[in-house]
């Protein structure tokens, strides 16, 4: 009997792993077509072949398919949408499966409301069952200004084979870049084409891991483009969106702004909080807009615009109030390459700020930013909209980003705590803007004391790259006892690490980890506590070096005073998978609640 029921556990255990294992999808093929023709104008074919293994595949993953295309210049074709059965037999798509409806970005902004998004719904799906869907999406020449695309091969299911097939004229040159794959293309005529045909096999899905870098670098990915970066700006540059002119109501604004704030810098911040905040945000992706902007008096008429409007409008508006300003387009250093002009790589569209009375400065029309928006820029290439002298500049850190907060506190007989902070904060950390507009924010900065428990603050240097402030503090309550210990919580730095909200990190990981910036966060106090009290949680000193950072944790009593240092410098935001298991062993010291409080008890005589 014994053996039959270590038969059957085996054969369980082996049938759970293999259920385990099993991804809820599997795309047996894929294949994307791109087709430039002579006349400028494009096809795109997509063809698709999906294996569902779950309900959760086709209940909320891969039920229906969207495709969202501008009508007024792009035709869809639906060539075939079918279920195969595992019986073998098929479900064709009956002709309410598909349902124009508007996308959801574009239900707000009244300018793009002409866009579709095509609903296909795959018929009789269940488990066992293969979805295929064939689409060819056509469009006129000169909405877009050349052939591009910035192709990341991934999806969220395995893809067992890919195709990724270009068309150009013969008379035409492809500039493309292949990453994090050793695949080339098998270039071959047909007709007056020359093709480029790239076949992948094999490829893993998408990692569901958080924390992964923004930019998607270390995914493989295909870009490529017909065109140059100075060729595609030059369809930008053809556009009547230069002249930055603005009307009376827009004059109005710059004028009743500018008379409270002479000085350039709260006039900047004040007019971006103006456009970031009262003029509507359009999500709308600059390839659905064909790579084209309204002019800024229009943006402001309609009361909104997307990204790049917006950053019009508000260079329109600076420069109106006598500020030198230029939008500006942020691209990933890792993908950009002058000879390949791939718009759908733009990350971002900021605004030049250039003031006479301060550093040079880079604004964001979409949101409000507490400092220069450059210190966020690490690993970016900026291209400068200028048609009259087009500029781009790599921004390369790391910045350093220092969280110094030296503290003496004050424990009375009754444990009541009182004392004084001196916080350093530069570069990206430094919320200088904020601190430049209203001095009692600094409130804010430090953890563990009411609003009411800070009885004094006060800026004793503040500057763009380096501020340096004063916090005096009064308890209104003692240490929390219980069962005849008294525990405080380390005051912490709200601009360090804390800011990255990353509580919680997984043993293992095989994608690189994004962090939002490096720091350089160090703490020293020295607390003074009662006579014949003694400090019943002392850490010897703990040291971790590593190629990206170092940790430095110690808390010690020398008669009545108790002496806490704490260093944790990460000099990269990207952790590379070798990397991982040190930053998680270093974070998880850092964050280590045990070592980030004291508890002390009274000594009985």
């Known amino acids: 009997m014994k053996y039959i029921i270590g038969s059957f556990l085996l054969i369980f255990s082996i049938g759970l792993k293999a259920q385990q294992t099993q991804t809820d999808a599997v795309y047996e093929k894929i294949i994307k077509e791109y087709t430039l023709n002579k006349d400028g104008s494009q096809e795109f074919h997509y063809y698709k072949k999906l294996k569902l293994n779950t309900h959760y595949s086709f209940n909320r993953l891969y039920g229906e398919t969207f495709i969202i295309y501008n009508p007024e210049v792009q035709k869809l074709t639906i060539n075939n949408c079918q279920t195969t059965h595992q019986d073998g037999k098929v479900t064709e798509a009956p002709f309410n499966a598909l349902n124009e409806v508007l996308p959801r970005f574009a239900s707000d902004a009244p300018f793009y409301n002409h866009l579709r998004e095509m609903v296909v719904t795959h018929p009789g799906t269940e488990v066992g069952a293969i979805l295929e869907l064939d689409y060819t999406l056509f469009t006129a020449a000169g909405y877009y200004p050349g052939l591009m695309n910035d192709e990341i091969l991934t999806e969220s299911s395995p893809v067992q084979k890919e195709e990724i097939v270009i068309r150009i004229p013969e008379n035409e040159e492809l500039n493309y870049k292949v990453f994090n794959l050793r695949t080339a293309p098998e270039i071959t005529s047909e007709g007056n084409f020359k093709v480029y045909r790239f076949t992948f096999s094999g490829i893993k899905e998408n ?330 949680n002392p850490i010897e000193l703990k040291e971790m070096k590593t190629p990206f950072g170092e940790l430095v944790l110690s808390t010690a009593q020398k008669g009545n005073k108790i002496v806490v240092k704490r260093m944790l410098m990460i000099r990269q935001s990207e952790i590379s998978q070798e990397f991982y298991p040190d930053f998680k062993s270093m974070l998880d010291l850092w964050n280590e609640m045990n070592y980030r409080k004291i508890i002390l008890a009274e000594e009985k005589n």
């Open 207 to 536: 990692s569901h891991e958080s924390y992964q870098p923004i930019n998607q670098a270390h995914l493989p990915r295909i870009i490529f483009s017909t065109l140059t970066w100075e060729e595609a700006l030059q369809f930008v540059y053809q556009q009547p969106i230069w002249n930055y002119k603005t009307d009376k109501k827009m004059q109005e604004l710059v004028s009743e702004i500018r008379a409270d704030n002479k000085y350039d810098l709260p006039f900047i911040l004040k007019l971006n909080k103006e456009v970031a905040e009262n003029i509507n945000n359009w999500q709308i992706p600059w390839n659905y807009a064909g790579y084209k902007a309204r002019i800024p008096i229009e943006t402001w008429e309609s009361n909104g615009g997307n990204p790049i409007e917006k950053s019009l409008m508000f260079t329109a508006l600076l420069r109106e109030g006598g500020i030198n300003a230029y939008p500006a387009l942020a691209i990933p250093s890792e993908l950009y390459d002058p000879n390949i002009g791939c718009l759908p790589l733009i990350q971002d569209f900021l605004v030049q700020v250039n003031p006479r009375e301060l550093e040079q400065m880079y604004l964001s029309a979409t949101h409000v930013s507490n400092q220069n928006k450059v210190f966020q820029l690490d690993g970016q290439t900026m291209i400068g909209l200028n048609p009259e002298n087009p500029w781009s500049e790599e921004i390369s850190g790391p910045f350093e980003n220092k969280v110094i907060t030296n503290g003496t506190l004050i424990f009375d007989d009754s444990l009541k705590c009182s004392g004084s902070f001196e916080i350093l904060l530069t570069e990206g950390v430094n919320p200088y803007y904020d601190l430049e507009l209203d001095s009692n924010s600094i409130k804010s900065f430090i953890s563990g004391f009411s609003g009411k428990e800070i009885i004094a603050s006060s800026i004793i240097n503040n500057a763009q790259f380096r501020s340096l402030v004063n916090l005096k503090v009064q308890s209104k309550k003692p240490a929390h006892q219980q069962n005849g210990y008294y525990f405080f919580e380390l005051p912490e730095n709200k601009k360090g690490t804390s800011a990255w909200h990353v509580n919680y990190l997984h043993s293992e990981r095989s994608t690189p980890l994004e962090i939002p910036f490096g720091v350089n966060e160090q703490y020293s106090y020295e607390i003074t506590i009662p006579e014949n009290t003694r400090l019943v």
